[in-house]
Structures are given as C-alpha cells and as structure tokens.
C-alpha cells in the first residue's frame, strides 16, 4: 500500500479496550483467564503439558491422593475430560491409578517419580509464565488479586 494510503486508523483492540465490556467484571476475568491460558499453555509446552494437564500433575504431586471424579469437581472439568488427562499422563509414565483405600470402586491419582521431576520444571516454568502476565503489578497487588479470586473461586 503506498504510504499516502496506509490507514492511520488505531487497531480494532485499540479502539475496543473504550467498550462498555471493559467495566464488566465477568469479562474482564473471562479476558484475564483467556490470557493466562495462553501464557501458561506456551510456557508448558516445553514439558509437553498444558495447563489442564499440569493441574492434575500438580495435583497428583501433592500427598491427598484425588480422585478423578474430585479432579474433575475441583477443575470444574468434565469427568471424561478428566479421564484423558489422567490417561494421557498415565501412558507418559507421569501419574499413576491406585486403588482408594476408603473406597474400592474409586482409583486416586498420584504422580509417579517422573511425574514429580517433571512437575518441578513445568512449575518453574509455569510461575515465570505468570509473573510476566503480572508484570504491570506490584508484588502488593499481585497477592491481593490472588486472594480476592480465592474468594470468587472458594466461596463461603
């Protein structure tokens, strides 16, 4: 395009951000939760996860040994959705099914060795991740929004 012609016109995310949407709180989470996705899932890929897949790692690293149908709840995930994490992290030798021994029609989910190492990097990655979707806020900031999606997030 010659440079007479080229449009001057502020990108259409520019001029967006003036939308009635920003003062929407609903949005701006949506917005907010789209963006951390994004971030997360290419500071993952490295470790061949994303963030789906790296909250159940997470949380099969830790010692209260979840159920899928608890993964599935606590992820606000569909129980199918859930078993192909579980699956897939299972075939890479990540996590393992054990029976649950206060309920024998249930398995609970736990990370295997591997899972662990690869939940230690993937972690590192993952906070890097987010301190640069956060970089325009202050460590104050940063800890009062954390707690104020606690909120949201685990009400009563």
Same mark, same amino acid.
């Given at each position: ?53 790296? &909250?159940?790692?997470?949380? $099969?690293? =830790?010692?209260?040994?979840?159920? /899928? +149908?608890? *993964?599935?709840?606590? #992820? ?40 662990? &190492?690869?939940?230690?990097? $993937?972690? =590192?990655?993952?906070?890097?991740? /987010? +301190?640069? *979707?956060?970089?325009? #806020? ?19």
């Amino acid at each position: 395009m010659p440079a007479s012609t080229k449009s001057t016109a502020v990108p259409a995310s520019g001029r967006l951000e003036q939308s009635v949407l920003t003062e929407d709180a609903s949005f701006l989470l949506a917005r907010a939760n789209a963006l951390a996705l994004a971030a997360g899932n290419e500071a993952l890929a490295e470790h061949g996860l994303k963030v789906r897949s790296y &909250a159940v790692l997470a949380l $099969a690293v =830790e010692e209260t040994r979840p159920s /899928q +149908r608890e *993964l599935a709840e606590f #992820l606000r995930l569909d129980p199918s959705q859930v078993v192909s994490l579980v699956d897939d992290l299972q075939r890479r030798g990540l996590v393992a099914r054990e029976p649950d021994p206060t309920d024998r029609r249930a398995n609970v989910v736990v990370a295997t060795e591997a899972g662990r &190492a690869l939940h230690e990097r $993937a972690r =590192e990655a993952a906070q890097s991740a /987010q +301190r640069r *979707l956060h970089a325009a #806020l202050s460590a104050a900031q940063s800890e009062q929004l954390a707690e104020l999606l606690r909120l949201l997030a685990f009400p009563g």
